[in-house]
Every structure is written in structure tokens, then in C-alpha cells.
């Protein structure tokens, strides 16, 4: 007896040691994932401080606005005049928004969109089919419309279909088929819209052409070859290889240039009547812009951007969730 209780001693502080080192390893472990969790967020801490006071802040600024009826007077006084969902139930209940604003709006958005990813598809499906060194240069010449300032070539558009001495109107003058001075291809809205898409689908076809083009060097041309061999015209090579093997790059084009051409604002206010002169012409983002800055209803104003954004957000929302779950990915 005298000897065993030693040895029940001895195995007693053993089977506490181990416990005890067992807890400190798994101390450490949780102490070194605290750590690398902590310095993840002081990595990301300068990005996310960055996006909430360029991007949440503001948003949230024009949320509070939209329920406000919010003008000069308030805004020199520093005060605040809640109306609840007012804005909100005037725009939705007005004839303009549905009859001029959102038609101009979501059909000038859809009509670039197609032209513009169609145009550029085109485009980077003929820049393919050069060598390396044609390629290069004439996608470097593409570029050149993409990298010009949407004011610049909005200037360019107004000048080349001006009413008076415009190169449009110059050329069907001399020709006979109109008479100089008496057409104005700003004051309606077909043809506002003609030139205003012009406008859009050249700047934004040459960003859809080279991402294209980068997805089109992907695809294997042992593809193409065997096709070819099996007797596939060109329209079947592109219908069965080319889409299939690009349909996410269609996507993210598509949804980005959704994106765009849902707020294009300077190509509108920077041509004549649409800063103003010709209510016709407003698409959202002007009417928005208006509203707030020539009118002083900065209440209404968010109201209306708030709208738009929500639009945007649901028009982007169901294309990705339809793309995504045709294709798995």
C-alpha cells in the first residue's frame, strides 16, 4: 500500500499535464486565428472606411433627402422638414414619369445596350480573324474613341447634326433633300434620342469588342477546325462554340453596360433641350438632376434617384440571377 500510493501520485499529475497542455495548444490555436483575424480586418479596415464615406454615406444622405421636402429655405437654415412617402407618392402618381421620363429612360437603356454589345461582338469577332500586329493597331484605334470624354464627343454629335451649320445638314442641303435651317433633329424625340444613342453606342462598343476579343484568344481553335471538317458554317460555329464558350463574358458585359446606359446623364444634359428646354427629352437621371439643382427641390430630386437606383438594381438582379442559373455558374 505503502508503495502504490506513489505510483497513483505519479500517474494523477501525468494525466493533468497532458489535459492542461491539450488546453494550451487549443488556446494558442484560438489565439493565433484572433490574431490573423485581426490584423484581416486592419488590412481591409482602410478600403472599408474609404467605401463608407465616398459610397454609404452619401447614399444614405439622399434616402434621408427623399423624405424630406428639402429646399433652399431649409438648407439655409440648416433645417429639416420630414414629409414621410410624399415625393415618392407625387412622382409615382405623375403622368410625366410614365408617359415621357421612364419610357425614354428604359428604351434608350435597352436600345444601347443591344447595339452596343452587338456592335462590339462584331467588332472583336473581325479583330480575331488579323495578325497580332493588326490587331494591335486597330484595337488601339478603337481605343482611342473609348479613352475620349463623353463631354468631348457629346460636343463633336451636336456640332456634326446642328441645324444650321452642321455637316448633317450641310450635306442634305446641297443634295436637295432638305432645306438649310428648317430641320432641328434636337426638338423631338426620336431623332434626340437617334443621336443621343449614336453617341453612347460609340463610346461604349470599344471596351465590349476588347473584353470579346480576350475571351474569343480563349477558345481553342481545335474547336473551330473540327467543326469546320464536320461542314459547321460560320453563323453554326458561333452559335455552338463561340456563345456557349463566352456566355459568362456576355454576362458581365451585358450587365455592365445595363448599367450604364441606365444613368447616362452628360450625353442627354450636354445636347440642346436637354438641360432644360425641352421636357421631352428628360430621361431620369436629368429629370433627377433638375429637379434638385435648377429648381431647388432636393427632397424631390433624391426621390427620383432613389428610384432610379432601385429600377437599376432590380433590372440588374433578375439578368444576373437568370444568366447564372441557365448556365450553373
Not at 108 to 131: E, I, K, P, W
Not at 181 to 191: I, Y
Request: hydrophobic share 50%; charged share 10%.
Amino acid at each position: 500500500m505503502i508503495e502504490q500510493a506513489p505510483s497513483r501520485a505519479a500517474v494523477a499529475p501525468s494525466g493533468t499535464g497532458r489535459a492542461a497542455g491539450g488546453g494550451g495548444a487549443g488556446s494558442n490555436a484560438r489565439r493565433r486565428r484572433r490574431r490573423a483575424t485581426v490584423r484581416a480586418w486592419l488590412l481591409l479596415s482602410p478600403a472599408l472606411v474609404l467605401l463608407g464615406v465616398l459610397l454609404l454615406v452619401p447614399l444614405v444622405r439622399v434616402v434621408q433627402l427623399s423624405f424630406q421636402d428639402y429646399g433652399l429655405r431649409e438648407l439655409a437654415a440648416g433645417t429639416t422638414n420630414p414629409v414621410g412617402w410624399a415625393n415618392y407618392a407625387e412622382i409615382l402618381s405623375s403622368p410625366y414619369l410614365w408617359q415621357t421620363v421612364l419610357p425614354n429612360t428604359v428604351g434608350f437603356a435597352l436600345v444601347c445596350v443591344t447595339l452596343t454589345v452587338t456592335l462590339g461582338t462584331l467588332v472583336a469577332l473581325f479583330l480575331n480573324t488579323l495578325s497580332t500586329r493588326w490587331r494591335v493597331l486597330c484595337s488601339t484605334a478603337i481605343m482611342v474613341a473609348w479613352a475620349v470624354p463623353a463631354v468631348t464627343g457629346t460636343y463633336v454629335l451636336v456640332w456634326i447634326f446642328d441645324p444650321l451649320n452642321g455637316l448633317v445638314a450641310s450635306v442634305l442641303a446641297d443634295v436637295g433633300l432638305i432645306e438649310a435651317g428648317t430641320v432641328n433633329w434636337f426638338a423631338h424625340r426620336v431623332p434626340f434620342y437617334a443621336i443621343a444613342t449614336l453617341n453612347v453606342v460609340h463610346h461604349g462598343f470599344p471596351f465590349i469588342a476588347i473584353t470579346v476579343l480576350a475571351g474569343l484568344m480563349t477558345v481553342p481553335v481545335e474547336l473551330y477546325e473540327a467543326a469546320r471538317i464536320d461542314g459547321a458554317g460560320a453563323w453554326r460555329r458561333f452559335w455552338n462554340i463561340t456563345v456557349p464558350m463566352l456566355r459568362p463574358v456576355f454576362a458581365v458585359v451585358t450587365i455592365l453596360s445595363t448599367i450604364w446606359d441606365f444613368k447616362v446623364f452628360t450625353q442627354i444634359y450636354l445636347m440642346p433641350g436637354g438641360n432644360g428646354g425641352n421636357p421631352d427629352v428628360y430621361n431620369l437621371g436629368v429629370w433627377s438632376y433638375l429637379q434638385s439643382f435648377a429648381q431647388g427641390k432636393y427632397g424631390m430630386g433624391s426621390a427620383i434617384a432613389v428610384l432610379l437606383t432601385l429600377i437599376l438594381l432590380a433590372v440588374t438582379v433578375v439578368y444576373t440571377r437568370t444568366v447564372f442559373k441557365e448556365q450553373d455558374l
